[in-house]
C-alpha cells in the first residue's frame, strides 16, 4: 500500500528537531554540551520512531495579530475563569447548556485543531465533535439557554477563528474568511496583505503556465 | 532541581506567614474532599474521570504552593507525572466509554466480508457471539421483543442496536469523518486500528446513569 | 516583603479557583456543565501559581521547568476535556433532554435518515442482482460445473468440516 502523505520538508523537520531539544533542555534547566547532545540524539529517535503525518504549515507568522491573538486569548482565560467561579457559587443553579453547530471558514488541519484547543481552553465553550468533511465545530456553550447566549458563544468561535487565521493563515484561509465574512456583512480583514498574496500567486500560476 | 534555593515564604517561627499557609492549605484541603464527594457520587464514571481529573489539578497546584512557600524545585518532576498520568487516564476512560466502531477485532471483520455468521448455535437457540450483542440481544428480549426478533433473523445486524455504528462517510457521529488532505494511509485496517474509539462492554456501566429523560 | 505578598495573593488564587472547580463539579447538573468547570478554571489557577514560584525562586531554571509544566497542561487539556464530552455525548451518560437545543442532534438524525435512504436503496439493488444471478444460474446449471469452488476461505476460528 503507498501512503499518501507527502514526506516532510527539511525545514519541518529541523523545527521539530530544534523544538523537542528546547523543551529537553528547559527540563533539564542547564544549556551544556551534554545535554543538548543527548537532546539532539533522544529528538532524531522520536522522530523516527514516531514518524507523524505532516502538519501543513501556511508558512506566514503575522507577529503583531499573533501577539494580539495572545493577548486577547489571556485576558478571555482570565475572565472566563472568574466568570465560571462565580457560576459555580452564586446561589442560583446553573442553566441548561446546549449544543451549537459552527461553520468555519477554513478547511486546514491545523486550524481547526487550534480552534478546537483554544475553545476548550476558554472557559464556557467546549467543542465536542468536529465535522472535518463540512469543517463544522460542534460547540457546547455553558449556562446558554436563550438565543443571545447561543449568539454570543457562536460569536467567540467566529471570533477565535478570525484571529488565529489573520496570524497563521494561509491566503487561502484568509480568502475563504472574507467571503464569509462578507456574507454575515462584516468587514474583511486583511485587505491589503490577501489582495497582495493574490495578486503574487497570479503572477505565480501565470508564469509557470507560461513555461510548462 | 536540587532542594532548597530562593527566599523561603514561610519560616517556622514566623506567626503570620504560617498562618496564612495553613489557610491557603485548608482551602486546598477543602477542594479535595469536594472533589471526592463528586467521586463517589458520580453517576457514570465520566462523572468520575472529570472529578479525577480536578484532584489531581489541585493536588498540583498545592504542590506548586508547597514549592513557592520553601523555596524548593524537587517537587516539579512530580507535578509532571500528576499532569501526566491525569491526561492518559482521561483519555484511556473516554475511549473505553465510547463504543461508536465495534469493527476492530477480526469477528467483525470476518462478518463483514461474509465469511462466517454473527451467530452461533446453542442448545437454546441462536446466540450472538460477540458478547456486547449478547447483552443488547438479552434486554431486547426483555424489553422489546419486536426489536429481539428482528436482531436475531438479520444475524446481528449492528445497525439496529443501540450502538450508532453507520457506514455513510458524511455521518458526524462516527467522529473520525473522512481522512484529510491526503495525509492518511488508504489501508482500511490500519484506519480502524488508528480510530479513537474502541469497543466497551455495556455490562460494566449499565447501572451507571439512568436511561432517563427523553433518550 | 512586595513580593512576598504578591506571591501569597496569587497562590491564595489559585486556592479559591481550585475549590471553585471543586464545587462547581459538584453543583452543576449535567456532565458536560461539570466538565467546563472543573478543568478550565485550574489552568489559570496553575499559571498563577507558576508566577508564585517564580517571584519566590530567582532563577531560570526552575521556572522553565514550570514553564514546561504549565505548555504541556494547556495543550492535554482541552483534548482530554473534548474526548470525554464526546464519549458522553454519543453514549448515554449525558441525558440530552436536558440540552437546550442540540444542533448536533440535527446533524446527526439527517445523516442516519440518509444512510437508512441508502441502505434500503442499496438492498433494493442487492435484490435485484440475485434475482438476475438466480435467473443466470438456472440458465447454466446446464453447463454443469464440477467444482464446489463457491466455498469462502477456511478460517482458523471456526474448524470446517475437514475440507
Redesign the interface.
Known sequence: ??????RQGFVEQLLYVLVLIV?W???W??VSGMVVISGALLAFALMRAFYL??I?LSGRLNFYYGAYFLLWFMLN??I??FQ??W???RPR?????????VDLATR??LLITLV?????????S?????????A?V?V?G?????EEE?ERVREKTHQIETLLICAIGSPHDIEALNDARAERGLKPVLEKRAIRERARRARAAKEARARG | MNGQQGIPLVSVDDGMGLTIALAIGAVFLAAVVIAIVRIVRGPSILDRMIATDAFLATIMCGLGGVAAFSARTDLFPVMLVISMFGFVGAVGVSRYVSRADLRTTSRFRRMERGQGSGTIGTADGYEPSVPELAIELQEARRMDPERAARMETAGTDLDTSSMRVNADPDDVSQGHATPSEGNLDADPAAEAIADSDTQSSDAEHRDDETRGGQS | MTLDIVSTIFIAGAALLSLAAAIGSVRFPDLLSRMHASSKPQLFGLVMVMFAVALQIQQWGPVTTMLVIVLFQLFTVPVAAHMIGRAGYRTKHLRRSMLYRDELDDAVARAQARDVHAREAAEREQAAQAARDKDQETADQSGGSASGEDRTPNDHDEPDTGR
Open positions: 500500500m503507498v501512503a499518501r502523505r507527502r523543551v533542555v528547559f527540563l534547566d542547564e503525518p505532516p501543513q482565560v482570565l472566563a475563569s465560571v467561579a457560576l459555580t457559587v443553579p446553573v442553566d441548561a447548556g446546549s449544543v451549537i453547530a486546514s488541519d478546537t484547543m483554544v475553545n476548550g481552553l476558554i472557559p464556557g467546549l467543542v465536542i465533535e468536529i465535522d472535518r468533511a463540512r463544522v460542534f457546547h455553558l449556562n446558554c439557554a436563550d447561543l
